[in-house]
């Protein structure tokens, strides 16, 4: 069954850091490109970061230099690192899969992802 399940959310104040992850239960995970998408209430999910299987990394530009992606094929894991969180960052975190490109990402769009995490919730407070 495939499966992607995230942990690692919680509450941190602005300036604070925490670290997501996602475990995944995916044939051939290493030709899976895999990715972060956040929601938060009233909004749409957005995509927040993905990693190809050459270990390539892509981000939004409202998280550049603050965020940190690794991925690690042998535990098929996924980790987030997110550093000087801001209020705005408050959301519901998704992880995210695609194969459709045989391990090269694409763009950071919900239609070019074919399996979800449940999510994990995280807030940032001011």
Known sequence: QVQLVESGGGSVQAGGSLRISCAAS???YENNCMAWFRQAPGKEREGVASINSAFT???ADFVKGRFTLSRDNEKNTMHL?????KPEDSATY????????SGFCPPLEVRFFETWGQGTQVTVSS
């Open 81 to 85: 690192q997110m550093d000087s969180l």
């Open 94 to 101: 998704y992880c995210a899969a695609s194969s459709v490109f």
């Open 57 to 59: 990394t892509t981000f």
């Open 26 to 28: 995916l044939f051939r």
